[in-house]
Structure formats: structure tokens, C-alpha cells
């Protein structure tokens, strides 16, 4: 090997090293879930957290890919959760348990507002915030999504990711009704709210979004003038909507029914990923998705993910548009015959039928 003039010899392992987001997870000391997906998200396991001052986990599925990740926290009864602020968008679900949140920029004045099972909102970036657990007999377990992954990367610097005291008035001034207000509805804009509190995803009205097949409905959430957003599709038993793909970190949570998914990249093996309420899993990079009911209920999901239209950040697929003509969704009618006849054995063990037949033709 030879050597050039000035030449510093560093070791390897300062050059093929994790990520500044994966070395700062490890330093957390709380468990990583990985792999494609997780049965349960009430069911997994959490390790003490000291810097949240509760209980949790970090999720981090294959397909999220750098872009977003999920974590877990729980809240013991009658406790709170130490005050947080960060450089990285936030969007919170709460999985069980009722509570509140005090919200604040550095200097400014605090407001509270509560949330329950079923809520979802989003933490103002950078705002100081604090939960609070409002039973003193009950834990609260919430799912945190962010886009840490990126941020982190990014400026590999955590006491600025964490400790920064910049306001970010554009996006939270202290607006009294930032937490009460519906918000602004575009329907003609793809059926999307812009709001900062959801009370309760499950019960949420939905829209036609016929494109993506067996007469689904759907609403689109963005939240706290973020980059990430957030969806709820729904779609009725006996039947499953059209295949698409896109970017990384959809974090796709279920919310009713059962069912299953197929992910698969392009031309190659399918993977099947069964699922219930509570289950969560993430297609990975243009992998194409396509998802089943199985049940005897409409099945649901919330989606939390990249891909703001209002803040734009990375590319805007075309999910809703034919793969034949340059988009990035399989028609009912392009589609590999063995999705049908798998579909009808899936539905046969549990003594149903499609109700397919309406969508094919
Ligand atoms: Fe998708």
C-alpha cells in the first residue's frame, strides 16, 4: 500500500460506522424493536428510559430506512414524563390510557390540553413539552413517530437536536386553540385537514378515495405545518384495495379489524404480514403494498409518514395512478391472478366469501 504525502492513517471503524441516529438510539438504553413488522404494539416489551422518565422502546422497522422512525412510551398511573423539546417532528397516538400535555416555547406561556385512547396530535417543533398520565389506577401507552432518523443524521450533534433554545414561531406562538381548533378542510385538495389534534382517529369521518379501489374511504391529516403527515384508510370486509408503492417510513398501525398485507419489491417474492388491531408494520423503499380484509368489520389503519403536500420534503409518488401509465399503483385489472385466489382461501378458512367481484370486472 502506499502512502501519500501528508497522509493521517484513522482507523476502519471510523469510517464503517453506524449512523449518528443508530449510535444515539443505542445510547438510549431502551429496546429496539426491528425487523418488517410487530404483532402488537400493547404487547411489546419496554425497558426503563431515563432521559423520558418512563418506560419504552425504539422501533425501528426495515423500512423505514433512515427517513422516519416509532417509538414507545408508557406513562406509570398518576406519573408524568420528564419536559422535552427537539429538532425533529413529532407526531404522537395514544394507544391506551387518558392524559394531558403542556405545551410551551422557551419563555413562553404554558397551555394543557388532554387526550384519550384514539387521540392523535402533533408536538410543535422544538416546543417544550410534558405528559402527564390524568389516572391514577391506569398506565398510558402512547406511539411516538418522528422523523429523528433524518435530523439526527443530519446534524450529528444531539445537544443541538436536543438542547437548541430556537423558537420556531411560525409554527406555534402560543395560538390559544392550536389544540381545540378543527382546523382548515380542503376536500378538493385530496380530503386533507390541516389540524393539530385528532380526538379520536377511530371515529374520524373519511371520504371517497375511490382510485385506490373497493370503495375505500380515507382523510389525510397534516399536522403542526410539518413535513410528516398522517392518513386513515378504511376499507369494507370481503374485500382489498389496489397495490401501490412509495418512499420509506410509512408506519401503517391498525386501528380495526383483521387481515393481512402483501409487501413486496418489484418482481420479486411476496411477504405476507398478518395482522389485528395494534399491529404495525412499514413497506419498505418503493416496495408495492397491497392490504386484505379478512374480518367480519371494515378493517382501518392510520398511517404516519413522510410526505406533507402543504411542506414538501423528498418526492411525491403518483399512489393512486396506474403503474401502466407511469404511476405507481397495480389496477385491479394488471394485477398477478394468484392475488384473487389467495385472497378467496384466506377468507374460505374463516367460512367467508369475497366481494371482490363488483371491483374486478
Ligand atoms: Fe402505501
Request: proline content about 6%.
Amino acid at each position: 500500500m502506499t502512502t501519500e504525502p501528508g497522509e493521517k492513517r484513522r482507523p476502519e471503524s471510523e469510517i464503517d460506522r453506524p449512523s449518528a441516529y443508530d449510535a444515539w438510539v443505542q445510547s438510549e438504553g431502551v429496546p429496539v424493536i426491528k425487523g418488517y413488522y410487530i404483532d402488537d404494539l400493547n404487547g411489546v416489551a419496554l425497558g426503563p428510559w431515563k432521559r423520558k422518565g418512563g418506560n419504552g422502546a425504539f422501533i425501528n422497522l426495515v423500512g423505514s430506512e433512515g427517513s422516519t422512525d416509532a417509538y414507545i412510551c408508557e406513562i406509570p398511573p398518576g406519573k408524568n414524563l420528564e419536559p422535552q423539546h427537539h429538532l425533529y417532528e413529532e407526531m404522537i397516538y395514544i394507544l391506551s390510557g387518558r392524559g394531558a400535555t403542556t405545551i410551551w416555547n422557551e419563555g413562553g406561556t404554558r397551555q394543557t390540553f388532554e387526550w384519550q385512547e384514539g387521540s392523535l396530535f402533533a408536538i410543535p417543533i422544538n416546543a417544550w413539552h410534558q405528559h402527564f398520565n390524568g389516572q391514577g389506577d391506569k398506565l398510558v401507552r402512547y406511539l411516538g413517530a418522528t422523523n429523528a432518523p433524518l435530523v439526527v443524521s443530519l446534524f450529528h450533534n444531539m445537544d443541538f437536536v436536543l438542547k437548541d433554545s430556537f423558537v420556531f414561531k411560525d409554527r406555534y406562538s402560543g395560538e390559544h386553540d392550536y389544540f381545540t381548533s378543527p382546523g382548515d378542510f380542503f376536500s378538493s385538495r385530496d380530503r386533507i385537514w390541516e389540524t393539530n389534534f385528532v380526538p379520536d382517529v377511530r371515529t374520524a369521518k373519511l371520504y371517497d378515495w375511490k382510485e385506490r379501489g373497493a370503495s375505500g374511504v380515507n382523510i389525510r391529516y397534516e399536522l403542526a405545518d410539518n413535513t410528516m403527515a398522517a392518513h386513515i384508510s378504511q376499507f369494507p370486509e370481503g374485500t382489498y384495495k389496489k397495490a401501490h408503492r412509495h418512499g420509506p417510513g410509512a408506519n401503517v398501525i391498525i386501528i380495526s379489524g383483521t387481515g393481512y398485507s402483501l409487501i413486496w419489491p418489484e418482481g420479486q417474492p411476496k411477504m405476507k404480514i398478518d395482522w389485528k388491531v395494534g399491529s404495525m408494520f412499514v413497506p419498505p423503499d418503493r416496495w408495492f403494498h397491497q392490504h386484505f380484509n379478512t374480518g367480519r368489520e371494515p378493517a382501518k389503519y392510520l398511517a404516519l409518514r413522510m410526505g406533507s403536500r402543504k411542506n414538501i420534503l423528498g418526492k411525491i409518488f403518483r399512489i393512486d395512478e396506474d403503474v401502466r401509465s407511469g404511476g405507481d399503483q397495480i389496477e385491479y385489472k394488471g394485477q398477478e391472478p394468484e392475488i384473487e385466489k389467495m385472497f378467496g382461501k384466506e377468507l374460505a378458512k374463516k367460512g367467508l366469501k369475497s366481494r371482490m367481484a363488483q371491483f374486478l370486472v
